[in-house]
């Protein structure tokens, strides 16, 4: 159901994309919603960006504001992450996932079906 690709390695201040293209047809329904999570060795997968593919809704965590966007492309059924200002902290593999997510709780890993295969960045 998601293809990811994209990630890598590169040094801090640099940038990334990763993208995720969605093969279902429910791209459109009614509070369907695509994010990105990542998970580090020895922590919990965290939410780190989500957006609401109807309403164009974007939602972000703190820790990424202002350095990571998420987008969509339409045509393509693909949302990416562009990350930029990278540091060693963002170093995790970083999973693309899709679901309906109650009100609130974009960043509940729990709130999503499909899970893409993960893509692993790196950032020394």
């Known amino acids: 159901q998601l293809v990811e690709s994209g990630g890598g390695s590169t040094h801090t201040g640099g940038s990334l994309r990763l993208d995720c293209a969605l093969t279902?047809?429910?791209?459109?329904?009614?509070?369907?919603?695509m994010g990105w999570f990542r998970q580090a060795p020895g922590k919990a997968r965290e939410g780190v960006a989500a957006?609401?593919?109807?309403?164009?809704?974007?939602q972000y965590a703190d820790s990424i504001k202002g350095r990571f966007t998420i987008s969509l492309d339409n045509a393509k059924n693909t949302v990416y992450l562009e990350m930029n200002s990278l540091n060693p902290e963002d170093t995790a593999m970083y999973y693309c996932?899709?679901?309906?997510?109650?009100?609130?709780?974009?960043?509940?890993?729990?709130?999503?079906?499909?899970w893409g295969q993960g893509t692993q960045v790196t950032v020394s």
């Open positions: 996932a899709a679901g309906w997510p109650a009100g609130g709780m974009w960043d509940r890993t729990s709130e999503y079906k499909y």
């Open positions: 957006i609401y593919t109807a309403a164009g809704l974007t």
């Open positions: 279902t047809s429910t791209y459109y329904s009614n509070g369907f919603c």
